[in-house]
């Protein structure tokens, strides 16, 4: 059983040591525990001191290519490396190395594919009050979508089983947080949620500047990932929405053409005609996008397979190497 913990790390020279102190490199049911930065074009020493630290991998972005990306690089490195089991943890030291151990026994006992260590926000002290209700908010978002109850979905400390990892695929490139558990819910992988504990705040997000950032942000990844799985139902329910309008003034046309009064109401069947016109239109681009669900369905199977194979071949080969060796 090999656990990697990756590290996603941007600028995080401050931080990087004692995170990576705290994590265990023993741990009960783990045969060996290894750590694997992803230095997302780091400006400053990042990737020196991780070295010196004796991290095991370090993978290099030449650019900055944003947090979901890395993580996604992160997740197939692991999987390249033979992890059994990938925890995501910060490089900002904002989660607990030392709950480590708990965090992937739901996955060690075979009971959850996934875990999210829930940070209680409720009791943390430096998140402010609109940080607290916005984190509530957006878990509850988040059920109502993918149907999986996390009370903390925008935590970054998580356990991942290595079939989970198979066939997760990250498309944004913002935030992987409420994407993967929406993913995971429509996948009906079993995703469990732990408290942890955390350590004191050590500087700003570096992921959002502002909440009206994190708001717009998040919102868009959830519904761009919900649409990416549901499509009828979100064009269903937005043509619907524009038909009843529609309707609206169509009648209320009717009403007075009913009674004699039809002239100088014209305008009503306009709008009405319109908006109902737009609302097909929405059944139609429903159809189009459900179509192209199922293209992604095969896609995202033939994907899986591919990893698998390839996966299976850098395993034979490995076993190869060891062999030639000898
Ligand atoms: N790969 C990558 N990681 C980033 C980037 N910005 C922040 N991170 C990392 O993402 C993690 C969370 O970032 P942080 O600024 O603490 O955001 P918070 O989750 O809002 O506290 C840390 O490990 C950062 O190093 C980025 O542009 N690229
Ligand atoms: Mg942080």
């Known amino acids: 059983m090999k656990l990697i913990v990756q590290i996603p790390c941007f600028n995080e020279e401050n931080t990087l040591p004692q995170t990576v102190k705290d994590i265990p490199r023993q741990i009960p049911g783990v045969d060996k525990v290894e750590i694997l930065i992803i230095d997302d074009g780091s400006t400053d020493r990042t990737v020196e001191i991780a070295r010196n630290l ?22 197939d490195a692991c999987l390249h490396l033979g992890a059994d089991i990938i925890v995501n943890t910060d490089g900002d030291n904002q989660y607990a190395g ?42 509850s978002a988040v059920r109502n979508l993918s ?12 356990a991942i089983s290595r079939e989970a990892a198979l066939q997760i695929n990250i498309v944004s490139s913002f935030s992987y947080t409420t994407e993967m558990l929406i993913q995971a819910g429509k996948k009906n992988l079993n995703v469990v949620s732990i408290p942890v504990e955390t350590n004191d705040k ?28 549901q499509p009828l139902r979100v064009f269903f329910f937005t043509g619907t929405f524009l038909l009843v309008i529609g309707i609206i003034p169509i009648l209320r046309f009717l009403y007075f053409y009913m009674i ?17 016109m737009m609302g097909f239109l929405t059944y139609l681009v429903g159809l189009v996008a459900d179509i192209i669900n199922f293209n992604r369905q095969l896609i995202e199977m033939t994907l899986e397979r591919v990893r698998r194979l390839e996966l299976s071949d850098a395993h034979n080969s ?9």
């Not at 095991?56 to 997740?75: T, Y």
């Not at 996955?107 to 509530?136: C, P, W, Y």
């Not at 909440?211 to 990844?221: C, G, H, K, N």
């Not at 490995?318 to 000898?326: L, R």
């Open 318 to 326: 490995n076993n190869t190497k060891m062999t030639d060796g000898i």
């Open 54 to 75: 004796g991290v095991d991998h370090i993978i290099c972005n030449k650019r900055n290519q944003g947090l979901a990306r890395s993580f996604r690089v992160g997740l």
């Open 260 to 276: 004699g009064e039809g002239d100088g109401h014209i305008q009503s069947v306009i709008i009405g005609g319109v908006l109902s």
């Open 147 to 158: 149907g999986i109850n996390i009370p903390d979905a925008v935590s970054g400390f998580r």
């Open 98 to 139: 030392w709950d480590i151990p708990k965090l992937i026994q739901p996955i060690l006992a075979k009971e959850a594919d996934m875990v999210v260590g829930d940070r209680q926000t409720g009791n943390v002290a430096h998140f402010s009050l609109i940080k607290k209700i916005l984190q509530k908010w957006g878990s």
């Open 202 to 229: 050590t500087r700003e997000s570096r992921l959002f500047t502002s909440i009206p950032q994190f708001i717009e942000r998040q919102l868009s990844t959830m519904l761009r990932i919900y649409t990416m799985y």
